[in-house]
């Protein structure tokens, strides 16, 4: 399991660059929703490739059981 981080680096024009680590899925949208709302306007977004991992903890994503529910990681 990784750690969850949050890093900000605040630059002298205002500017506040956000990066997300550990967080896997939609779940990190959730997390810094909060934070981006004091911060002000969001000026870009890029998607890391946690993103857009499955979350592997034991159970199948829910992309994946939508699509065949009887498969299990053994299956596999």
């Not at 959730?30 to 499955?54: F, H, N, P």
Request: with cysteine; aromatic share 8%.
């Amino acid at each position: 399991m990784s750690m969850e981080t949050l890093e900000f680096i605040i630059y002298p024009d205002g500017r506040v660059q956000e990066k997300v680590t550990g967080i896997l899925g939609k779940s990190c949208a959730e997390v810094t929703a909060a934070i981006e709302a004091q911060l002000g306007r969001v000026m870009s977004v890029e998607k890391t490739s946690d993103y857009y991992a499955l979350k592997q903890q034991g159970k199948v994503s829910d992309s994946v059981a939508a699509t065949n529910p009887q498969t299990t990681w053994t299956d596999w």
